[in-house]
């Protein structure tokens, strides 16, 4: 079992933005720590890479830091024809701010097969749900890598 329940639009650990520098608090309290940290979040991840558990994926496009619907956009350049993704906040296991890359949880496969990505669309609730629906589906058919 996944040793936390999937939130996708929340970031997991306030750390993952901060890098840890500067915050104080027990992180490790839970979930709810997450929703304070899109509320304090700061970085701007935009031109960091992504690499998923097995292999890079491509460069962030943009990243919102909404509370409840913080995700990163990434352009994912010839890997999968220039396609872009929205990935969830809750995907994002940890961020290297010295090397500039973000690590996802998620394999390459399962990130090129989530729902089509739609600039016009993807701020509507239906299109976030799809989205949801499916990372919430990987996490419970394939548990954190």
Do not use: N
């Amino acid at each position: 079992m996944q040793p936390f329940a999937f939130t996708p639009w929340v970031w997991r650990d306030q750390s993952v933005l901060s890098g840890g520098y500067g915050r104080t608090g027990d992180l490790a309290a839970g979930r709810g720590d997450s929703i304070s940290a899109d509320e304090q979040a700061g970085a701007d991840l935009s031109g960091y890479d992504v690499e998923a558990a097995d292999g890079s994926i491509g460069e962030i496009d943009e990243a919102t830091y909404d509370v409840g619907s913080a995700c990163l956009v990434v352009d994912t350049g010839p890997w999968i024809f220039g396609r872009k993704v929205l990935l969830p906040a809750g995907t994002v296991q940890r961020v290297d701010h010295d090397d500039r890359k973000v690590y996802v949880d998620r394999t390459k496969d399962q990130i090129k097969d989530s729902p089509e990505y739609d600039k016009d669309t993807f701020g509507t609730p239906e299109y976030r749900e799809r989205v949801g629906d499916y990372y919430t589906g990987s996490y419970r058919d394939s548990p954190t890598m």
